[in-house]
């Protein structure tokens, strides 16, 4: 070989010294090679099975032809997880108080506060309540009253306070009614329940109660996020849409996630929700968008109407199983519509809590009304589309006609799929079979809304696999079983998605729900590094294995946030 001029030389020794510089500096930058990489190219056999990571971000993803030169690890990754509606700081809460899913009789209730108040003791004074969640009066065998807290002398005098399975009514004790002014008269918009004595309070007037409550302050709410965080990566969840977010919690986010110390690991896209519902608040709230991509605030959640369960959802034509009602909508149709307009001309994507077909109808209502406010007359559904995004949270039960303006607009629907196998223990009672077949959980005649999927946790379990499961087959997952006699193989099966749709609703499509799509939802160039590893490929199991997918590891920003031992 002949020698070289050394200017030659040198020319190529530091560009050479600058890589191996950009190497030793860059720690960050980190090779993974699983089993397979789940990327959008991914068909039938992995289409990239490395990844490398780079301030947080994917960098390069390929299939490494000398694939046995790199360390490949057991697994296959999957893009990050996110769970389109739910409630994270409530979601801390359950998890630090009793769980009263699944309970069958106030028997086991009454045992389920017992053995809490053992793990837990000294809980139930004036200045800390015992919180639970879960009841369900149609397990209880009719609606519970303060007095049946008392038949056990462990509970007598505690302050307690518990939910009902969709927490829009609670149940409280004596020494909380005693702390309430007498004789409280009816509210708008709310039940109180006198018979067969008191004790229970629904929607609206769930507000009196409220009002007494000790609210933690904000070193337990610290404590409830980080619980709640901690869950929710162990299910193999990256990021969650907080339906409704008070103004002093969304500071107290802002504070979590711009800290190092607070043990903030979870992207929130969260939905503001004013001190008082149903109100225009935007100089209590700021639009934030952090660098780290772990908070963002662009959204605000009106609420159109109650649950199902409790009667309290807006029908258009009464209820079969109780034709003396059309159910109650929490505000009426020209507040609503002022709202959505208000909240859109602030720059903020309206997002409506809407179960009935009534709701449903208004809110879409406003939301036509606030698209013509701020978009050219001639490109509603262009303009919602790029730039508005406006959702209906819930999107239960739609008339067909609703269906159809919901494409004319491009209205996302943020749906449960784990609500639907829940409500079809009662969905059909109240709904009639008319009304099950053409408007009640729809998913698949929605796909092409490109509907956010979630669970509403903690009203359902967060793991994502029940979802993608109850998506998939219409059934319970935890179960595995439809819902009501008759439902043959799933309850209305004619609406399920099929897997990769599921997915897609966990991932990209709450990306696009939260304007997030060119950052989230996929294992690709310039996306943040969010995955989870999985045993197998979801596309190779027995489908009722889906429901018992246990997660091996999530990865947020190129970080590990939860292994499994
Ligand atoms: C709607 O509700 C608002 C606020 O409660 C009230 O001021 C208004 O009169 C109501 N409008 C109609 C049409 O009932
Ligand atoms: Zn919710």
């Known amino acids: 070989m002949s020698p070289h001029p050394p200017i030659v030389r040198w020319g190529l020794v530091l560009p050479l010294a600058a890589v191996a510089l950009a190497f030793y500096l860059g720690l960050d930058d980190q090779t993974y090679c699983y089993q397979g990489v789940k990327t959008p190219a991914w068909s039938e056999t992995p289409s990239a099975n490395c990844f490398t990571v780079q301030d947080g971000k994917f960098f390069d993803v390929s299939a490494r032809a000398q694939a046995n030169q790199v360390n490949v690890q057991q697994g296959f990754a999957y893009p990050g997880l996110w769970d389109g509606h739910g409630h994270l700081l409530q979601y801390g809460e359950f998890l630090h108080s009793v769980d009263l899913f699944g309970s069958e009789s106030f028997d086991e209730v009454r045992g389920r506060l017992l053995g809490y108040l053992d793990r837990n003791p000294g809980v139930g004074g004036k200045d800390e309540w015992v919180r639970g969640i879960g009841w369900d009066q149609m397990a209880l065998g009719g609606m519970p009253t303060a007095d049946m807290l008392e038949s056990d002398p462990r509970l007598q005098g505690l302050y307690i306070m518990l939910d009902r399975v969709d927490v829009h009514c609670i149940w409280v004790s004596k020494a909380v009614l005693a702390l309430l002014p007498d004789d409280i008269p009816d509210i708008p918009g709310g ?47 990256v990021g969650m849409h907080d339906a409704g977010v008070m103004p002093d919690d969304l500071k107290l986010y802002e504070e979590m996630a711009t800290s190092e110390e607070d043990g903030w690991t979870a992207r929130v896209y969260a939905m503001v929700e004013c001190k008082e519902r149903n109100t225009f608040c935007p100089d209590d709230v700021q639009k934030v ?18 649950a199902l369960g409790s009667w309290g959802s807006a029908m258009i034509e009464p209820y079969s199983d109780r034709p003396d009602t059309t159910g109650s909508l929490l505000v009426n149709a020209s507040t609503l519509t002022s ?68 494409f004319e607009l491009g209205i996302i629907p943020s749906i449960q799929p784990t609500h639907a196998t829940s409500d079809s223990a009662y969905a059909g009672l109240r709904l009639g079979e008319e009304r099950v077949k053409t408007e009640a959980y729809r998913m698949r005649s929605v796909w092409g809304l490109g509907p956010v999927l979630g669970s509403d946790f903690p009203v359902e379990p967060a793991n994502p696999f029940a979802g993608i499961y109850a998506a998939v087959t219409r059934r319970k997952p935890d179960t595995g079983t439809a819902g009501p006699p008759g439902s043959g193989e799933g309850w209305c099966v004619d609406e399920a998605l099929d ?14 729900g939260a304007f997030l799509e060119e950052v989230a939802g996929r294992i690709e160039k310039g996306m943040w590094a969010d995955w989870i590893v999985l045993d197998e490929r979801l596309e190779d199991m027995e489908v009722d294995d889906i429901r018992r997918v246990r997660v091996r590891e999530t990865w947020v920003g190129g970080r590990r946030v939860f292994k499994r031992e």
């Open 289 to 306: 968008e952090l660098d780290n991509g772990l908070l963002s605030i662009r959204s605000v959640k009106l609420f159109a109407d109650g």
């Open 191 to 237: 039940e109180i329940v006198r018979h067969p004595g008191m004790g229970v309070f629904c929607d609206n007037a769930m507000d009196v109660v409220m009002a007494v409550w000790p609210r933690p302050g904000p070193e337990k709410k610290k404590e409830f996020v980080r619980s709640a965080m901690k869950d929710l990566h162990s299910v193999g969840l």
């Open 339 to 406: 709202l959505a307009r208000q909240w859109a001309a602030a720059g903020y994507q309206v997002n409506i809590h809407a179960i009935g077909d009534l709701a449903n109808r208004l809110a879409i209502d406003a939301m036509e009304a606030a698209l013509k406010d701020v978009c050219p007359k001639d490109s509603l559904l262009a303009c919602q589309t790029a730039a508005h995004r406006f959702r209906i949270e819930h999107a239960q039960i739609i008339h067909p006609d609703d269906q159809a303006r919901m």
């Open 499 to 512: 897997l990769e749709q599921a997915l897609h609703g966990f991932t990209a499509a709450p990306a696009r």
